[in-house]
């Protein structure tokens, strides 16, 4: 019914710098809030950053003045800018969305399948 569809993971030195992009399809009529989690091995997964349908930004203090979230509405798309990385970094990253159903308008929260970043020192 919805997709989310992850790309732009890959292995990168520290220092370096990544895009991620999120594209969803499927029924959809409008996206809320779109956001990025990453989980490490052993670990919980946590927000990393989020962003409201009016632009709005959420950052985990971890990553704050290094990643930037955007998104284009029109292509349901959002991007993950990741800018100074460090090992501490590695994670599998996750997009997820919460979508409002045509006609019903229910609104549902979905995941995509992952993409892994790998940061080397």
């Known amino acids: 019914q919805v997709q989310l569809v992850e790309s732009g993971g890959g292995l990168v030195q520290a220092g370096g710098s990544l895009r991620l992009s999120c594209a969803a399809s499927?029924?959809?009529?409008?996206?809320?809030?779109m956001g990025w989690y990453r989980q490490a091995p052993g670990k919980q997964r946590e927000l990393v950053a989020s962003?409201?349908?009016?632009?709005?930004?959420n950052y985990a203090d971890s990553v704050k003045g290094r990643f930037t979230i955007s998104r284009d509405s029109a292509k349901k798309v959002a991007y993950l800018q990741m800018n100074s990385l460090e090992p501490e970094d590695t994670a599998v990253y996750y997009c997820?969305?919460?979508?409002?159903?045509?006609?019903?308008?229910?609104?549902?929260?979905?995941w995509g399948q992952g993409t892994q970043v790998t940061v080397s020192s």
């Open positions: 499927g029924r959809i009529f409008s996206i809320n809030t």
């Open positions: 997820n969305a919460e979508i409002v159903a045509p006609f019903t308008l229910r609104t549902s929260h979905y």
């Open positions: 962003i409201t349908s009016l632009g709005s930004t």
